[in-house]
C-alpha cells in the first residue's frame, strides 16, 4: 500500500506532506509516515528544515477516531511518540496550517518549532467532545504556548479558535497571504539556522505567569461545562498538572487521565455519537448520482416564532426569503422579533451590526402570497390544523413554480395527507424545526410517501448549509421525536394519580442528564397547547391546570408555581387537584421509586423507539439518538436513548418493563423487536 505521507525537497528544505482525505486524520500510516519523514530530514545534511503540511481540505483533523477501540490504535508508533519525534528533529519544523489543525492535529503543529496558518484556518482540541483529552502532549504544550486559561477554555470547550485569534495568544508565529506552502518554504529557510530551535515542552514563561486561582476560578465561572459530564474535569486536572510538574510528569500523568476516560461509558458514547451523526445525513436506497435541486430563494408561510426562526435559518446563511402573514400587524411582530434576535446576537459579538442590516436586507415580509410564486422551496409554519394546512397546500400548487419545493413544518400531521392536497405530492416534504428554529439544530426531514428522491437530497444538503443536523423521519403521529414523547407523557401523568410529584418526577430526569423534566417541559411549552377552551371539559389533570388559567411558566403558573424570576415552587394547588383526579378513580397513592419513574418514562421511550424502528419511521437506530441528543436534550454522554439502552442492556430493559406493566394497563405494548433483540442477545446500536 502506498503511503499517504510523502516527502519532496524545495532547496534546502524538505516539505512532508500529507494525503489521507478526507480530513487527514492521524490514522497509523500517517504516523509511521511522518516519523520517516522526519528521519529522512534528520538523515539529510542537505536538508536544513522542514515543513509539514496537509493536501487537499485540511491539515491534520486529529487521530483517526475510527482507530479507538481497535488495535490499529496502538500499533507502533503512537502519536505520543511522533510529536516527541517531530519535536526533537535537529532541525527547525515548520507546520502550514490550512483548514483545521484539530485534536492530535494541533498536537502536531505544537510539537513544531514553529507554526504557520492562513486567515481562515481554525485551531482546536475537540477531544473532550468526545469524552476524552488531548493525549499526545497537547494538554502540556498548549498552557504552555497559549497560556493557562486559553487552554483551560480550549480543552474544556472543545471549541476551535480561528488562526487571526491564535496569532494574537502566540499559539501562530506566522500569518500567511497567499500560497501556503511557498511562503512556509521561505519561512523555514529564514529559521534555518536559528539554534536551538524553540520547543514547546521546554516553554515556562506563560505557565510561572498563571495565577494560582485559575482554575477554581475558570471553574466558578463556568459551571454548566462541568455538569454530568467526566472529560471537562480531567482536561482541566491535565491542564493543572502542566503548571505543578515538569514536563515529563505531567505527559505522563495526561496519559493517565486519557486512558481512565478512554475506558470509560461516557468517551463510548460521544464517540459512537460523532459517528451516528454523520451517518444520519446518509439516505438509505438512495442513488449517489442523485442531485439536489438549486435553492436560491426560499418562502416562508407564517411569521409567528416558527415561522420567523425558519426564516432566520436562510437569511444567516445568506439565501433571501420571502415571509408572508395574513396581516400587516402580524408581519410587523414577526419581523420585528427577528431583528430582535439578530440584534442580541450581535450584542453577543456573533455578528456586526453591518452583518445584520445585510441579513434583514435579504428579507422580503409581505402579505402577498403570490410573491411566493418565483420561491425555489417554500416552508409553511401556520397554526398546526389539517384543513388550514391542506388549504394552503392547495393555493401553494397553483401559484409554486414548477419544480420548487413544497414543505409543512408540522410536528404531528400526515404529510402525504398534505401531500395529496397538491397535484405535486413528489415536490412535498416535511422539514420539522424545533424551537426555537433559529437555535436548535435538529431538523427532522420526513419523507412522504410520494417524496421524490432529488427533494429529500435537496433538503440534506440544505440542512448542512444552514448548520442543521438532519434526519430522516417516515410519516407516523409525531415523527421520531415527539412520538417517543407520548409514553413518556402518558406514564409521567399516571405517575402522579399514583403518588408521585411533579418535582419527584423531575428530579429524576435532570438528575439522569436531561435539562429538564416532563413537566418543567411542560410549562416551559405551555401546559394549554392543544386545550381548547370552549370545549369545556375537565378529563385530565392537564384540562383542569388550565381551566384554572396554570397555563405554564407564561402565565407564573403550571405544574409549579413561578416566582417573579421565573423560580419554580412546588404548588399546593396542583397537588389539590391531583389528590381530587386520585380521589375521583378510587386510586390510593402509594411510594414510587425513582426506579420506577425510570422504567416507565425511559424505558417506555426506548421501547417507542424499538417500535419507530420496526415500522421502518427512523433508518437505524443512531438516527433516533440523534433525533433526541439534539432536539430534546438528551445527554450525550449517554449516547441518546437506543445507545443508553444498550449499555443498560435491552434484557434489563425488557425486564423492567415487565415489572412496570401492571401499572401502564392497555397504554402499554412491547415492540417485538425490543423483545426479539432481548431474547438473542443483540443490540440496536452496534457499539
Ligand atoms: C484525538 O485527536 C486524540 C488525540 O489527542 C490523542 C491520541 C493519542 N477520524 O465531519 P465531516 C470523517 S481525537 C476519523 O462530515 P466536515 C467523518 O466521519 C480527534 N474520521 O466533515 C466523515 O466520514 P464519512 C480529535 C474522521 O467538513 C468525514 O471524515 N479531532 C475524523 O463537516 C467527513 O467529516 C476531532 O474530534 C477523525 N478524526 O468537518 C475532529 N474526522 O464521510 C473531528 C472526520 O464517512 N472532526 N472524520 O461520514 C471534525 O470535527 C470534522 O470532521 C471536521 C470536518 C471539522 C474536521
Known amino acids: 500500500m502506498t503511503s499517504p505521507i510523502s516527502t519532496s525537497r524545495h532547496g534546502h528544505v524538505l516539505v512532508i506532506s500529507s494525503n489521507n482525505p478526507p480530513v487527514n486524520a492521524l490514522g497509523h500510516p500517517v504516523r509511521e509516515g511522518l516519523v520517516k519523514g522526519i528521519e529522512e530530514a534528520d538523515g539529510d545534511e542537505n536538508i536544513k528544515a522542514v515543513v509539514i503540511i496537509g493536501e487537499g481540505a485540511t491539515f491534520f483533523a486529529g487521530a483517526d477516531i475510527s482507530e479507538f477501540g481497535t488495535p490499529k490504535a496502538f500499533a507502533q508508533p503512537m502519536l505520543p511518540q511522533v510529536v516527541d519525534i517531530i519535536e526533537n528533529c535537529t532541525k527547525p519544523v515548520v507546520a502550514a496550517i490550512h483548514g483545521t489543525a484539530l485534536g492530535g492535529g494541533l498536537e502536531v503543529a505544537l510539537a513544531c518549532h514553529y507554526r504557520a496558518a492562513v486567515a481562515s484556518a481554525k485551531l482546536g482540541v475537540p477531544e473532550v467532545k468526545l469524552g476524552l483529552l488531548p493525549g499526545a502532549g497537547g494538554t502540556q504544550r498548549l498552557p504552555r504556548v497559549a497560556g493557562v486559561e486559553k487552554a483551560l477554555q480550549m480543552t474544556t470547550s472543545g471549541n476551535p479558535i480561528g488562526a487571526q485569534e491564535a496569532f494574537e495568544i502566540g499559539l501562530v508565529d506566522r500569518m500567511i497571504e497567499g500560497d501556503l506552502l511557498q511562503h512556509a518554504v521561505a519561512y523555514a529557510t529564514e529559521v534555518a539556522d536559528i539554534r536551538p530551535a ?24 463556568n459551571p454548566r461545562v462541568f455538569k454530568g459530564f467526566d472529560a471537562p474535569r480531567k482536561n482541566l486536572e491535565a491542564v493543572r498538572a502542566a503548571t505543578q510538574h515538569p514536563y515529563a510528569e505531567g505527559v505522563a500523568m495526561e496519559r493517565q487521565l486519557f486512558m481512565e476516560l478512554m475506558s470509560g461509558t461516557q468517551a463510548k458514547a460521544q464517540q459512537y455519537f460523532f459517528f451516528a451523526e454523520r451517518k444520519a445525513a446518509k439516505i438509505e436506497g438512495i442513488d449517489e448520482n442523485v442531485r439536489p435541486r438549486e435553492i436560491r430563494k426560499v418562502g416562508v408561510i407564517g411569521a409567528g416564532t416558527m415561522g420567523g426562526g425558519i426564516s ?44 445584520v442590516g445585510h441579513m434583514m436586507g435579504l428579507l422580503n415580509p409581505t402579505l402577498d402570497f403570490d410573491a411566493l410564486a418565483d420561491c425555489d422551496l417554500i416552508i409553511e409554519a401556520v397554526f398546526e390544523q389539517m384543513e388550514i394546512k391542506k388549504d394552503i397546500f392547495g393555493r ?32 412535498v416534504v416535511g422539514l420539522h424545526f424545533f424551537s426555537p428554529a433559529n437555535v436548535m439544530k435538529l431538523l427532522e426531514v420526513v419523507r412522504g410517501a410520494k417524496t421524490a428522491d432529488d427533494v429529500l437530497v435537496t433538503a440534506m444538503a440544505l440542512a448542512k448549509k444552514i448548520k442543521k443536523v438532519a434526519v430522516v423521519a417516515g410519516v407516523c403521529y409525531g415523527f421520531i421525536g415527539n412520538r417517543m414523547l407520548i409514553p413518556r407523557q402518558t406514564e409521567a401523568t399516571k405517575l402522579l394519580l399514583e403518588g408521585a410529584t411533579p418535582a419527584q418526577i423531575d428530579k429524576v430526569h435532570v438528575d439522569f442528564g436531561m435539562p429538564m423534566g416532563p413537566f418543567q417541559m411542560a410549562d416551559l411549552a405551555g401546559v394549554d397547547i392543544g386545550w381548547h377552551r370552549d370545549v369545556n371539559r375537565i378529563e385530565n389533570i392537564r384540562d383542569a391546570l388550565c381551566s384554572a388559567d396554570r397555563w405554564g411558566q407564561k402565565k407564573a403558573a403550571g405544574f409549579y408555581d413561578y416566582d417573579e424570576k421565573r423560580r419554580p415552587s412546588p404548588s399546593p394547588k396542583v397537588q389539590e387537584i391531583i389528590e381530587e383526579f386520585r380521589a375521583k378513580a378510587g386510586v390510593t397513592a402509594r411510594e414510587i421509586s425513582d426506579e420506577e419513574i425510570i422504567q416507565r418514562t425511559l424505558y417506555t421511550m426506548v421501547n417507542e423507539g424499538a417500535k419507530i424502528l420496526e415500522e421502518g419511521m427512523a433508518q437505524r437506530a443512531s438516527d433516533i439518538d440523534v433525533v433526541w441528543v439534539y432536539g430534546y436534550g438528551w445527554p450525550v454522554y449517554r449516547g441518546g436513548p437506543m445507545h443508553w439502552a444498550d449499555a443498560e442492556g435491552v434484557q434489563k430493559i425488557v425486564d423492567g418493563l415487565k415489572a412496570a406493566a401492571p401499572h401502564m394497563g392497555e397504554d402499554f405494548s412491547f415492540s417485538q423487536l425490543l423483545l426479539d433483540k432481548a431474547a438473542k442477545g443483540e443490540k440496536f446500536t452496534g457499539r
Open 198 to 221: 524553540p520547543k514547546s515542552s521546554e516553554r515556562q514563561n506563560k505557565i510561572e505567569e498563571a495565577s494560582p486561582s485559575v482554575f477554581d476560578d475558570f471553574v466558578a465561572a
Open 396 to 427: 401553494l400548487d397553483k401559484i409554486a413554480k414548477p419544480g420548487a419545493i413544497l414543505a409543512s413544518n408540522t410536528s404531528y400531521l400526515n404529510v402525504d395527507e398534505i401531500a395529496a392536497a397538491t397535484s405535486r405530492p413528489q415536490d
Open 312 to 355: 432566520m435559518n436562510f437569511l444567516s446563511a445568506g439565501i433571501p426569503v420571502t415571509i408572508v402573514e395574513t396581516s400587516q400587524e402580524a408581519l410587523d411582530r414577526g419581523t420585528g422579533v427577528m431583528l430582535k434576535n439578530y440584534q442580541a446576537s450581535a450584542k453577543k459579538g456573533r455578528f456586526t451590526d453591518e452583518q
